[in-house]
């Protein structure tokens, strides 16, 4: 894992993750019933084209895995993750989760959000707070000294205090001059537990909340990932930087959603 500490690469990396959210601010206005996934992942692709950014996920090919096709991952309702974008109708009353990573001068940048289309079901909506929730109880744990448990233990707490599960198979991930590099940031565990942050360390939060059981299923296509029980899911993720005294979220850009109170009453550290 890459300890960045150096000004002018801190100042890159946060370029390229403020550019991977700002695409997402970009095409939001776009998710509309009757808009297909494979539309709004051309729109994405034109835009990082425009923003002289390449998508880190076009062509990404981990061992056991053909090559991604999209620009971005596309995920609906009960799919988990890596949704491939393609002729699928979106229509009201869908989650969808928009995943986009870019690279920017070498540097990449990853970050996710849910979007409702239309007007949401009562569940998915709650099922989206809390997880948006869930993932700013793990940013809130991050200062040098905490440990990998303490960000998946107040994720996992949050989570199962309100009947959801915590999806085991993925986790959040090192990231910078790599996609995905060490650490593994699982989104369950214990406090006190797993590496000890210091100031440098970049790395993603993305925990994956499921309305239902917490297992999952592969699809045939080789990428998306489903709930096994088909009950929705949803993930939210942020880049974020272990600072001196706590952490600075790089995934920022105008149109991001406010964290929650929790946060902004009484916060330590950056945000924006
Ligand atoms: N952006 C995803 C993550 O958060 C990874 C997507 S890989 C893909 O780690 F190939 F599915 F696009
Ligand atoms: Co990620
Ligand atoms: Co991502």
Same mark, same amino acid.
């Given at each position: 894992?890459? =300890?960045?500490?150096?000004?002018?690469?801190?100042?890159?990396?946060?370029?390229?993750?403020?550019?991977?959210?700002?695409?997402?601010?970009?095409?939001?206005?776009?998710?509309?019933?009757?808009?297909?996934?494979?539309?709004?992942?051309?729109?994405?692709?034109?835009?990082?084209?425009?923003?002289?950014?390449?998508?880190?996920?076009?062509?990404?090919?981990?061992?056991?895995?053909?090559?991604?096709?999209?620009?971005?991952?596309?995920?609906?309702?009960?799919?988990?993750?890596?949704?491939?974008?393609?002729?699928?109708?979106?229509?009201?009353?869908?989650?969808?989760? =928009?995943?986009?990573?870019?690279?920017?001068?070498?540097?990449?940048?990853?970050?996710?959000?849910?979007?409702?289309?239309?007007?949401?079901?009562?569940?998915?909506?709650?099922?989206?707070?809390?997880?948006?929730?869930?993932?700013?109880?793990?940013?809130?744990?991050?200062?040098?000294?905490?440990?990998?448990?303490?960000?998946?233990?107040?994720?996992?707490?949050?989570?199962?205090?309100?009947?959801?599960?915590?999806?085991?198979?993925?986790?959040?991930?090192?990231?910078?001059?790599?996609?995905?590099?060490? *650490?593994?940031?699982?989104?369950?565990?214990?406090?006190?537990?797993?590496?000890?942050?210091?100031?440098?360390?970049?790395?993603?939060?993305? *925990?994956?909340?499921?309305?239902?059981?917490?297992?999952?299923?592969?699809?045939?296509?080789?990428?998306?990932?489903?709930?096994?029980?088909?009950?929705?899911?949803?993930?939210?993720?942020?880049?974020?930087?272990?600072?001196?005294?706590?952490?600075?979220?790089?995934?920022?850009?105008?149109?991001?959603?406010?964290?929650?109170?929790?946060?902004?009453?009484?916060?330590?550290?950056?945000?924006?």
């Amino acid at each position: 894992m890459g =300890i960045v500490t150096d000004q002018a690469e801190l100042a890159q990396m946060r370029a390229a993750c403020q550019t991977a959210a700002t695409i997402l601010d970009y095409i939001a206005p776009f998710i509309k019933p009757g808009v297909t996934t494979g539309e709004l992942d051309r729109l994405c692709l034109e835009k990082m084209t425009e923003f002289g950014v390449k998508s880190a996920t076009i062509g990404y090919a981990p061992p056991g895995h053909t090559p991604f096709p999209g620009a971005i991952c596309t995920s609906v309702n009960h799919q988990i993750c890596h949704g491939i974008p393609g002729d699928k109708v979106l229509k009201s009353g869908d989650a969808l989760n =928009i995943d986009v990573t870019v690279i920017k001068d070498g540097w990449f940048g990853d970050t996710s959000r849910m979007f409702h289309v239309g007007e949401p079901t009562i569940l998915s909506r709650r099922l989206t707070d809390i997880t948006f929730d869930c993932l700013w109880l793990g940013i809130q744990q991050v200062r040098p000294g905490a440990t990998l448990g303490d960000i998946g233990h107040a994720i996992q707490k949050y989570a199962e205090k309100h009947g959801f599960s915590v999806v085991r198979e993925f986790c959040g991930h090192g990231v910078g001059r790599k996609f995905h590099e060490d *650490p593994q940031v699982l989104h369950y565990g214990k406090p006190g537990t797993g590496v000890k942050l210091v100031p440098g360390m970049i790395f993603t939060i993305e *925990p994956m909340i499921n309305a239902g059981r917490r297992e999952i299923r592969q699809l045939a296509d080789g990428w998306t990932v489903v709930t096994r029980d088909h009950s929705l899911s949803a993930q939210w993720e942020h880049t974020v930087l272990v600072t001196e005294d706590g952490y600075e979220v790089l995934t920022t850009s105008p149109e991001m959603q406010a964290p929650p109170a929790f946060i902004t009453e009484s916060t330590p550290t950056t945000v924006a």
